[in-house]
């Protein structure tokens, strides 16, 4: 069965910091995968997505990249941290291929707080 | 733009009464998808339901049934007989494509039930 991993669940970071969250999928090959990011009590937004090894769709200019060096792991990084860049962190992957009609499925989060 | 909207930030329920989440999308694409999603307190999402543009009729699950007006573009989530344990915020989504990018899904603000006892 799939699994998706990401870690770490909790973050705590200086501002001016580097950060490196990872994300990884087991069991699919050649998934879709996201990287979504939740501020307190609101929605989720669509930060990047990619389709393969080392393609990156970037949907809001800002202060994060996103990098996939294998096909099942997907890295959000960012060489100087804001006050802003803090929030819920959720990687999610889709299975390419499966047809439109399948659901995105989602890791447990990462809680970055930056200080 | 594609573009997901949730209006209602906050919504109650009596448990065991039915509710209604609103959800009004726009896309230019005439193949897209319609997903709700479920996040209680812990964080994780769960998804509920989901509606294809192209589907006669409405979605349901259970006690989870996808009120789709294509014309009116929206897609309403109804939930019956709530129980307490459906407090939790809940999401609407859209995905567009497949494009050159795949399936580029984007989410409402979401709305927060709480269901009284």
């Known amino acids: 069965s799939q699994t998706i991993h990401q870690w770490p669940a909790t973050l705590v970071q200086p501002v001016g910091s580097p950060l490196s969250l990872e994300c990884t999928v087991e069991g699919t090959s050649n998934p879709n995968l996201y990287w979504y990011r939740q501020a307190a009590g609101r929605g989720l937004q669509l930060l990047f997505y990619s389709v393969g090894i080392g393609q990156i769709s970037s949907e809001v200019p800002q202060n994060l990249s996103a990098s996939r060096p294998q096909d099942r792991q997907f890295i959000l990084s960012s060489k100087k941290l804001l006050l802003s860049d803090s929030g819920f962190y959720l990687c999610a992957w889709r299975g390419a291929g499966t047809g439109g009609n399948q659901p995105q499925h989602f890791g447990d989060g990462t809680r970055l707080s930056i200080l | 733009a594609q573009k997901i909207t949730q209006t209602q930030p906050g919504m109650f329920v009596q448990e065991k009464e039915a509710v209604t989440l609103d959800c009004t999308y726009d896309t230019s694409d005439p193949s897209y998808g319609l997903f709700w999603y479920k996040q209680p307190s812990s964080g994780e999402m769960i998804f509920l339901i989901y509606q294809g543009s192209y589907d006669q009729q409405n979605a349901t699950e259970g006690r989870y049934s996808l009120n789709f007006q294509k014309a009116r573009k929206s897609a309403n989530l109804v939930i019956s007989a709530s129980q307490l344990g459906d407090s939790a915020m809940y999401f609407c989504?859209?995905?567009?494509?497949?494009?050159?990018?795949?399936?580029?899904?984007?989410f409402g603000a979401g709305t927060r039930l709480f269901v009284k006892a």
């Open positions: 989504a859209m995905r567009e494509g497949p494009g050159t990018g795949g399936f580029k899904t984007i």
